[in-house]
């Protein structure tokens, strides 16, 4: 009984030291929220991405923030945004820096 005690409280002790020697960043995520904070993020998509729409409807996510031309006619979502049934968006990825003008993808 004895030897199975001080095995249990060995396996405690490094145990221990393991969490207690890593460092604080280590336990962080990639994107720095601490640990079990950081939202769930779906096809490849973090926080920081965001969902573009355009005025005729097109939307599509871009991993990046960009500062769209105040002529680009656009609206950008969170990257969690849904539209409602019955709105007429459709989906249109395309990659790179840019957004859609009609059906024309303007990169900037």
Avoid at 28 to 39: D, H, I, L, Q, R
Avoid at 66 to 91: K, L, M, Q
Wanted: proline share 6%.
């Amino acid at each position: 009984m004895r030897s199975l005690m001080m095995a249990a409280l060995s396996a405690t002790a490094i145990c221990g030291f393991a969490v207690a020697a890593t460092p604080t960043l280590a336990q962080e995520t990639v994107t720095g929220a601490p640990k079990g904070t950081a939202p769930a993020t779906t096809e490849g998509y973090g926080p920081s991405s965001v969902i573009v729409c355009n005025e005729g409807g097109y939307c599509w996510h871009s991993t990046e923030r960009y500062d769209y031309p105040s002529t680009a006619d656009i609206v950008v979502h969170p990257y969690d945004w849904r539209w409602n049934e019955g709105d007429r968006f459709a989906w249109r990825e395309h990659t790179g820096r840019g957004y859609w003008r009609g059906d024309d993808w303007e990169a900037f």
